[in-house]
């Protein structure tokens, strides 16, 4: 770990959880991160559903969740970042404490429930962003709504003329519900609605801007059948996988692991990717899928690609590795690149699916 991001930590955690988020986002807005990015890398490019990749490694919905650093994100050597969730209407979420570290797991327990500001502030910081920033728009449904598919549909045309891609976030488990839509039938029509919605925008202006399904990790066999065959039915763009599990397994911080909400960070690797292997193994080669949950390092990253994923995200593990974070997984990867021997990163997807989706939920 680097001397800044020691410091970073340091004083950070001098903080509660959420109190230091604040900052961080506060020190990026104000330039006192130093930008760190890794050299540009063609073997690193990549397209995934029409959009062109300088790197496969983005931040996570859940930080910047009000666009309010996209750009700065940018500059610390991420090759795309994701917005959100936001929902229609401001909501301030579930009452404080609701942020949790777990230091002896690196890992994060959280139950903030899509505290945002709404789609109109996160709009207007859009529309100042470059335009070239990769900046995707992670869309969710108030907690008080009563026409769910309605929010998703309306995060779809509000944001359609400044997003890059779309993710409609169905898998928190901070909502009450909201998992029930994952749900065959429930999936089918928030998928209908939104795509529709999507491809009406398109027609009207002219642009075709993709759509990804982001799901959890805690799915049973025959929920992934289930989201496979849907997923499959409409004109997705891709999936994300996962979101924050409920599971407690293999934790040492026994003290918080009761704390409710869900849990990410390295214990969310193995669980996680395994899920995106089976999901994988599904939906075949062709639908892009973005793999998320305990990536740490270029290995984990890798790792990720190996087990059938395009892209990767990450969010909770910066929380203790710090801002260089990602500059470094992007060296990593051109390290890995030198060492296999390989024209393209992509070149190691899937070479390790069938390992990863034959383990046990």
């Known amino acids: 770990m680097s001397l800044l991001s020691t410091l970073g930590r340091k004083g950070l955690f001098l903080f509660d959880p959420e109190t230091a988020h604040g900052l961080s986002i506060a020190a990026l807005k104000a330039g006192l991160v130093p930008a760190c990015p890794a050299k540009a890398d063609p073997r690193l490019a990549q397209i995934v559903a029409g959009l062109a990749f300088p790197n496969p490694l983005g931040m996570a919905a859940g930080y910047d969740k009000n666009a309010e650093v996209p750009e700065a994100l940018l500059r610390l050597g ?25 230091v002896q797991d690196d890992a994060v327990i959280n ?60 898998s928190s488990p901070n909502t009450p519900g909201l998992r029930d839509l994952q749900a065959k039938e429930s999936l089918h029509a928030l998928l209908s609605a939104v795509l529709a919605a999507r491809a009406e925008e398109a027609a009207r202006l002219g642009r075709h801007v993709p759509v990804f399904l982001k799901i959890a990790p805690d799915l ?78 270029a290995e984990t990253a890798a790792e990720k690609i190996r087990a059938g994923a395009n892209l990767v995200q990450l969010y909770s593990c910066m929380v203790y590795a710090g801002p ?38």
């Open 78 to 102: 991420f090759g795309f970042t994701e917005i959100g969730t936001v929902t229609p209407r401001p909501q301030e979420g579930n009452p404080k404490p609701r942020i949790f570290r777990l």
């Open 111 to 170: 139950r903030l429930g899509f505290n945002n500001a709404g789609h109109a502030a996160a709009l207007d910081r859009l529309k100042a962003c470059r335009r070239d920033a990769l900046i995707g728009v992670n869309i969710g449904a108030n907690k008080d709504s009563t026409d769910r598919i309605a929010d998703y549909v309306a995060g779809i045309r509000t944001f359609y003329d400044v997003a890059h891609y779309f993710t409609a976030n169905i």
């Open 220 to 297: 049973t066999e025959e929920g992934l059948d289930d989201i496979a065959e849907v997923a499959l039915a409409h004109p997705l763009d891709g999936l994300i996988v996962s979101n924050t599990t409920l599971s407690r397994e293999g934790l040492g911080d026994t003290r918080q692991a009761g704390e409710a909400g869900g849990l990410s960070g390295k214990p969310l690797f193995e669980k996680s990717t395994v899920v995106l292997a089976k999901m994988r193994r599904r939906v075949g080669e062709s639908l892009p899928i973005i793999g998320v949950g305990g990536v740490s390092s």
């Open 324 to 361: 260089t974070l990602p500059g470094e997984i992007v060296k990593g990867l051109s390290r890995i690149c030198d060492r296999e021997q390989i024209a393209s990163i992509s070149a190691l997807r899937g070479t390790r699916t069938a390992q990863w989706a034959d383990r046990a939920l």
